[in-house]
């Protein structure tokens, strides 16, 4: 365990394994501590860096609201202060960080060996109604409402283990967990619309591969089949994650392990 300073924020940041490089950042409000399923599966392939975003896991409090680009620049700082910045990585995205990891690939595309998508965030025609300075200042009166009504100690520990049982349950009860949660909620519409005009003006780079991870259980297909137009608008391969519900990191850490380890060229 270790910790990276960036903009002031102490950064958790977990470095295991040897070879070449992937990065994991889950979606949102969850851990590092949510990839372990997947951890020992790259680890004896792969150096696998796992971070926290601020407020979150074991990181620093939020300062300032999240922007793409701001989450892309994190995850390279990150990086270079395991001493990985001169690395070429795999950077996987699950969720809403899936936003994150694309922007990476398209901001960085010459520290890109290949990009993974584990049922990721998709916004065909994204747009927001409210302002964001609103928007952002809501957040931060809900947040304090909320923590000093007790609310983070008295349901978080409980609500985060019935979404998936961990140890580190318990970190569901401090307030900065809640008051980032919040904030990437109500900054998610921002970050679809600017990674809507990312693609328009920074290609992905074309030697690294592109693997769109699709969660299915069963259900509807609608989903899949958004997962599958993701995975054809940039030009990547599908794989279809089955049985598996969203977190399929814990759901199916096998598929995700070979997701990674097939989708990178160094």
Do not use: I
């Not at 916004?123 to 909320?146: D, Q, S, W």
């Not at 592109?210 to 899949?224: C, H, I, N, P, Q």
């Amino acid at each position: 365990m270790t910790f990276v300073r960036v903009d002031g924020v102490p950064l958790h940041v977990e470095v295991t394994g040897s070879g070449p490089v992937c990065v994991l950042s889950a979606g949102l409000g969850l851990g590092w501590f949510d990839w372990d399923p997947v951890v020992p599966l790259l680890a004896p392939h792969r150096t696998v860096v796992r971070f926290d975003r601020p407020g979150l896991g074991l990181s620093g409090h939020a300062r300032v609201a999240p922007t793409l680009r701001g989450e892309a620049e994190r995850m390279s700082r990150v990086l270079e202060g395991a001493g990985l910045g001169g690395e070429r990585v795999t950077v996987v995205g699950h969720s809403l960080a899936g936003f994150h990891a694309e922007a990476f690939a398209r901001l960085y595309p010459r520290r890109t060996a290949g990009l993974v998508l584990v049922d990721s965030s998709v916004e065909e025609r994204p747009r927001v109604r409210v302002p964001r300075r609103l928007r952002v200042a809501l957040a931060r009166v809900g947040g304090a409402v909320l923590c000093g009504a007790g609310m983070p100690r008295a349901v978080g520990p409980g609500r985060r283990g019935l979404v998936a049982p961990t140890p580190w349950a318990g970190l569901y009860g401090a307030g900065r967990v809640w008051r980032a949660m919040l904030m990437e909620y109500v900054t998610y519409g921002d970050v679809a619309v600017e990674l809507a005009e990312l693609r328009r003006a920074a290609p992905l780079p074309g030697e690294a591969p592109v693997t769109v991870l699709a969660a299915w259980a069963g259900g509807s297909g609608e989903w899949v089949g958004r997962q599958r137009g993701l995975a054809g608008g940039l030009g990547g391969g599908f794989r279809l994650a089955w049985p598996s519900g969203h977190l399929v990191m814990r759901d199916l850490p096998g598929g995700v392990a070979e997701a990674v380890l097939a989708g990178a060229r160094g």
